[in-house]
């Protein structure tokens, strides 16, 4: 019996590792054994624990049907079996998945849950992560008054455990909802922040965000050399890591604060780069982007021939 719980543990850490290497099929793999000797066993606790992996598993696929219904099944066992923490992980990952899933009412209605569970069992991390989720739900439904109130509270908690990368977190989603909300003085200030910390954690990404997004916040104040300074930083970082997609989003946002200048011939060379870099890594996404700008800019310019105008020029109509 000793044993089979120990090879069960195993097949457990196993699966999370290949998960975190990103080989998400042996990580399913390992979670459908662990899940088999949980039954085996009749260790209802450990059932939970291997549906909870593979909810987690499928997710990292992006199969969100199936991840859904692995993390219901371990809410099901958690709620039998009285397991508190293993609600509040299930409420936890059933809130993110519906997230995904674009269903942002039902996001907050698991998030909500999860942080009643982490209150009650005074777990500080736990409650700054929902409060984060809460946040970032708020905001997906355009309510961005409500995401600051919740990252502020995520950020007061982070401050509390003295959990930098949190902190960093935290300032960077209250930047983006004060840009949402027009307050680009609030985005500039709670950014800084992030840069700030994003640096001193080693955080390359979250500098990379933090640069696109004082960028974009000077460019709603309409201090276009200031944008154009932090978005050249941006792609400076994005070039220093052989970050593809950082720079296609400096290029992209380049473009634009070129545009907002009226340099438009600058605008368009940017705009070139982030079209080459979209089609390259293939985002869709951001190719459409690209056409849609480069057609703009030619328009702008009054080359009502180019092929990009005439397509912007049918959207403009």
Same mark, same amino acid.
């Given at each position: 019996?000793g ?9 457990n850490?196993?699966?999370? @590792?290949?998960?975190c ?7 399913i ?6 899940l ?9 606790? =450990? ?7 593979? *909810? ?5 696929? =992006?199969?969100?049907?199936?991840? @859904? ?9 958690? $709620?039998?079996?009285? +397991?508190?923490? %293993?609600?509040? &992980? ?11 899933f ?5 996001? $907050?209605?698991y998030?909500?849950?999860?942080? /009643?569970i ?8 736990? $409650?700054g &992560? ?5 946040? &970032?739900?708020?905001?997906?439904? %355009? +309510? ?22 949190? $902190? ?19 985005a500039?200030?709670? /950014? ?8 001193? @954690? ?5 500098? *990379? ?14 201090d ?8 050249n ?8 890591n052989? +970050?593809?997609? =950082?720079?296609?989003?400096?290029? %992209?946002n380049?473009? /634009? ?5 009226? +340099?438009?011939? /600058?605008?368009i ?5 982030h ?5 390259e ?9 690209a ?5 703009f ?5 009054g ?10 020029? @049918?959207i403009?109509?």
């Open positions: 019996m044993n089979k719980a120990e090879e069960g543990r195993a097949y850490n196993l699966g999370i @590792v290949w998960r290497q990103g080989d998400v099929e042996k990580a793999d390992y979670h459908n054994l662990q088999n000797i949980a039954r085996e066993m009749r260790d209802k606790a =450990g059932e939970g624990s291997a549906y909870g992996n593979l *909810g987690s598993d499928f997710f990292a696929l =992006g199969d969100l049907k199936k991840s @859904v219904e692995y993390h219901m099944l371990h809410l099901k066992i958690a $709620e039998e079996v009285d +397991d508190t923490i %293993g609600k509040g &992980c299930a409420y936890s990952n059933l809130g993110i998945a519906f997230f995904s674009g269903d942002f009412i039902k996001a $907050e209605y998030h909500k849950l999860h942080l /009643n982490a209150k009650e069992m005074g777990d500080k991390a736990g $409650e &992560c929902a409060y984060s989720n809460l946040g &970032c739900a708020s905001h997906a439904r %355009g +309510d961005f008054t409500k995401a600051i109130e919740y990252h502020n509270l995520d950020l007061k908690i982070a401050k509390q455990l003295h959990d930098k990368a949190g $902190e960093g977190g935290a300032y960077g989603n209250l930047g983006h909802a004060f840009h949402c909300l027009g307050d680009y003085k609030g500039i200030d709670t /950014n800084k922040f992030f840069l700030e910390i994003a640096k001193e @954690v080693g955080d390359k990404a979250g500098e *990379g965000k933090a640069y696109d997004n004082l960028g974009n916040a000077f460019r709603g104040l309409g276009f050399k200031k944008a154009i300074h932090y978005h930083l941006r792609l400076s970082l994005a070039k220093e052989n +970050d593809k997609i =950082g720079l296609g989003h400096a290029y %992209g380049l473009g /634009n604060a070129f545009r907002s200048l009226g +340099d438009f011939k /600058n605008a060379d940017y705009y070139k780069l079209l080459e870099i979209a089609q890594v293939g985002d869709k996404a951001g190719e459409g982007r056409y849609g700008n480069l057609g800019a030619f328009y702008s310019l080359d009502l021939k180019h092929r990009h105008a005439k397509r912007a020029r @049918v403009f109509l």
